[in-house]
């Protein structure tokens, strides 16, 4: 992330790696030439949700000056730089830096916003907030789907709610209570059936709320209710890239975790709609959600999507075998990866196999592949499962005209295995861009992420090419890749693994003197064993605090065709971790344990022990 950072006075001392200052600081004169100070984090204007106190950094020379933020000692580092955690109160809130050295001062000043906690609405007099409504957008459903229902009034008060504009006349609800939860909180909540015979009808929520003054208030919520008959679809298509399937819609302002990736010209079926958010009905048993932008819908009277599969061809590759599967529409499809990397599973929805011969090529037989076979598990899914020969190096999954194309890649040959690196070719990813909307952490001294990434990404492509690795760059240093390209890239250069070099920093919120360290993710279970094997080496040669290692669902590490990581060497808003990361030593200590961990991981590669989650939620 990018950061305004606001100073006294203007100055260029900061070195190659400085970010850039804002001379728009108020400055208080004194006797002699005032302390220069900066507060780099927050940023000027920033948004920041509602919370008790959060952290604030900068930097002050010279370096022996006392800092206080908001009257608040802050911790002031051999660098200068400081940070302290504050007490942060909603609405305008301003944030004072003051540095002090015997007769001279300075001072700092940044202006944030913080969001106010929902106000509980007195008992009297009686009031519904109108616009605290649920459903507060038309709503899509199906037989027997639960609708919230919910909103916001006068605390203690009697709250009913009732289902109008349901035929026949029975399914019409009567009032009902709508409790209050938490009591005195305001919030009333609930949800409603959607009756079982409905379909094809639309309705409303009325609110009626009473007090003990007697007080009466009404309200009608704005959201349509439409109940469809659940053996009819809407029909769309993904109109863009990719669209992320989620495994619900979101609630409040939090998005629901992502769980596939369904690429563009794909048809879906649309069961329902919160919203801006639509459901898709992938299978009797299976669904999930996607932004109503990401999506076009076909006309009325448009085919529902079916693919019937009745034929595979497999063919040698140097590492593997490409299947290829004719398709008569484009259909959504899941891949799974059994924990012991000798299982593919391709799930392919909207399909009904019709594969009574599957005929083995004998170079992939006798190489990769040693049984396949199908399942037809629930009504329109088929179900591919490949039983591997050896452990799954990654795999490559693509649309291509009529044609799903599966790629099945294997491990690398190892020449030596006191030289396991010789012809292995290793994708290094200096994580974010220079551009200020992608250059990731600033410290408190204005160094940028970006920057230090490639510095160390640069250190470890010297060791790996001594050791008689190739190695690939996603990114040079002045330009700027996006996320979706750093994978791809590495995958159209061929490469064996992908690194993906970063340093870190916390939300808003966090406690930075808790938290911090290095840290190692890996999402696919192929990426597992190489995850482990370069944070056991940060462990034996880092010497800063083990902050994990983590499953991650993060873009580069969901790279598929080979073991993929991310790795955090330390924490660039902590001024110790800041200081280490601005030298070579430590940049080259952790290019070194990146090194040791990929040698280990490619020793014992065709041993692979990968536990845990096989997809995300």
Known sequence: ?????????????????????????????STVSPILITIVYPQEGSQISNLKESFVFGSVKPANSQVWVNDKPAKVYNTGSYLAVIPFSAG?????ALAKQNDRTGEALRMVQVASLPIVIPSFPL?????AVEPAQETIVTPGDA?????????GSQLDY???????????TPWISLPETPLGSGYYATEWLAPSNAHGQEAYVDFRASNALNEKAKAAGPGKIKIMDPALFRLARVSVPESILRPGPSIGNEMMGYDLFLKEGITLKISGQKG??????????????????????????ARAPRAIISSLEMKPRQRGALISIPLDDKVPYRAVVSEDLKEFRLILYYSISN???????????????KKIRWSQPVKETVELCFELKKPLWGYDLRLDGSRLLLELVFPPAIAHADKP???IKVALDPGHSPQKDSSGATSPQGYQEQAINFQIAACLKEKLEKAGAKVYLTRNLEESVSLEERGKKAWEQKSDLLISIHTNALPNGADPFSRHGFEVYYFQPFSYDLGRAVHEQYKKSIKIPDSGLYYGNLAVCRTTQMPAILTESAYLIYPPEEELLNTKKFQCECADAMLSGIKEFLKVAHKPTAPGKKRHK
């Not at 305008?92 to 004072?96: E, H, P």
């Not at 009732?162 to 019409?172: D, G, K, M, T, V």
């Not at 594969?355 to 006798?366: G, T």
Request: proline share 3%.
């Open 421 to 423: 690196l010789r012809a």
């Open 1 to 29: 992330m990018n950061f305004f950072i606001l100073t006294l006075l203007f100055f260029c001392s900061a070195g190659s790696l400085r970010g850039e200052e804002s001379s728009s600081a108020t400055v208080k004169s």
């Open 92 to 96: 305008q809130f301003a944030i004072k």
């Open 162 to 172: 009732r289902i109008r504009n349901l035929e026949p006349q029975e399914h019409a």
């Open 147 to 155: 609708v919230p229902i919910s909103l916001r009034a006068s605390s």
């Open 355 to 369: 594969l009574d011969r599957i005929a083995y090529n004998d170079k992939v037989a006798s190489h990769w592949i």
């Open 127 to 131: 009031k519904i907030d109108t616009a």
């Open 276 to 301: 801006d958010e639509v459901r898709v009905q992938l299978s009797s048993t299976e669904e999930g959600w996607t932004h109503l932008k990401n999506v076009a819908w076909l006309p009325e009277n």
